[in-house]
């Protein structure tokens, strides 16, 4: 997932990976039929077929703090943002140029009025 402010400045960047739980259950010193059969994983963190997962990114917009007399003040520098999301299947478990990307969005996220952070 990245973010993107209007003059194409990254602000956030971050990958997640999903992989199956090993068929070994993490015994052995073997490498089974590829990298997510490793016998160090034992999380289950893959997408099931058919199934939604949801997920959660805190993105902060950026934000100059400002002298207004005695106190100080938050202003957005930049009120509207680009977020890019892709998911890949990466069959060797690395960005190699054999990642298949099977679903890739982009948003733009706004905030139209006036933000004061207090």
């Known amino acids: 997932m990245t973010a993107k402010t209007k003059d194409d400045t990254?602000?956030?960047?971050?990958?997640?990976?999903?992989?199956?739980?090993?068929?070994?259950?993490?015994?052995?010193?073997?490498?089974?039929?590829?990298?997510?059969e490793k016998s160090g994983i034992l999380r289950e963190t893959s997408i099931p077929p058919l199934a939604r997962v949801h997920e959660t990114f805190e993105i902060t917009f950026p934000y100059e703090d400002k002298v207004a007399g005695t106190s100080t003040r938050r202003e957005l520098l930049d009120d509207e943002?680009?977020?890019?999301?892709?998911?890949?299947?990466l069959p060797f478990g690395e960005?190699?140029?054999?990642?298949?990307?099977?679903?890739?969005?982009?948003?733009?996220?706004?905030?139209?009025t006036e933000w004061i952070w207090r």
């Open 10 to 36: 990254v602000i956030y960047n971050k990958q997640k990976f999903y992989m199956p739980f090993p068929g070994r259950l993490g015994r052995g010193k073997e490498m089974g039929r590829g990298p997510y």
């Open 81 to 89: 943002i680009t977020v890019s999301v892709v998911l890949s299947y």
């Open 95 to 112: 960005f190699d140029g054999n990642e298949v990307t099977f679903f890739e969005e982009t948003k733009v996220l706004d905030l139209k």
